[in-house]
């Protein structure tokens, strides 16, 4: 079972709030993901990291930031939210089979 | 361009009898595969995953065929359960099983078991 954890679960939020998302675990993976997913649509991956201090863009573009400060953190951050921003945004990590954790679903008013 | 094809949105089976849930690629670079569920709300859980220089692989109740000449890959629920009703991904990767590659999805299909 994989030790991945995400806080908020939940999140209701007005525009124009900073959020940040909270993504860590306890496997000791390097390699970090980020993917948002909206209902009846494939997961596409909008950050990425393979260490600390690796960050990287992922296919979907995002205005979302990341940072890797320690291997087991990997949180996500919205300088000021808006409605389209609401999705649900899941975390993974990898050694081998990728791991999701409980996901946060977010919604912005 | 998908990568990553799941045809089906939706499959409605009886409980008891067996899901087969297809997944079509057009990467032939990609040489891991992977098959999640996911309830709403929740994140995917993984369930198996295949490699390509195998055409089958099996756990319990659920079993990956893969044909790597026609890129298709499907997975088989078997006897289904109420339970298993969930939204299945799949997933393939190239570079191999701890490779570099990023995963990439399909679009998942909602299966509904039906007691």
């Known amino acids: 079972e994989a030790d991945i954890y995400q806080t908020p679960r939940y999140l209701v939020i007005g525009t124009g709030k900073k959020i940040t998302l909270e993504c860590s675990q306890t496997m000791g993976h390097d390699k970090m993901y980020w993917y948002q997913q909206d209902p009846g649509m494939e997961l596409h991956l909008i950050h990425y990291s393979y260490g600390v201090n690796s960050t990287e863009k992922g296919d979907l573009s995002s205005e979302s930031t990341v940072s890797r400060i320690r291997t087991e953190h990997f949180p996500l951050t919205l300088e000021s939210a808006r409605p389209s921003h609401t999705s649900q945004y899941l975390c993974a990590s990898r050694l081998g089979t990728q791991y999701f954790g409980p996901g946060t679903r977010l919604l912005v008013l | 361009d998908q990568q990553v094809k799941q045809n089906s949105p939706s499959l409605s089976v009886q409980e008891g009898r067996i899901s087969i849930l297809n997944c079509d690629y057009t990467?032939?670079?990609?040489?891991?595969f992977l098959w999640y569920k996911k309830y709403p709300a929740e994140g995917p859980t993984f369930l198996i995953s295949i490699s390509s220089i195998k055409d089958k692989n099996e756990d319990g109740r659920f079993t990956v065929f893969l044909n790597k000449s026609a890129k298709h890959l499907s997975l088989h629920i078997v006897p289904s359960q109420p339970g298993d009703s969930a939204v299945y991904f799949c997933?393939?990767?190239?570079?191999?099983?701890?490779?570099?590659?990023?995963?990439?999805f399909g679009k998942g299909t909602k299966l509904t078991v039906n007691p």
């Open positions: 997933a393939a990767s190239g570079a191999g099983r701890g490779g570099s590659e990023k995963l990439v």
């Open positions: 990467n032939s670079m990609f040489d891991y």
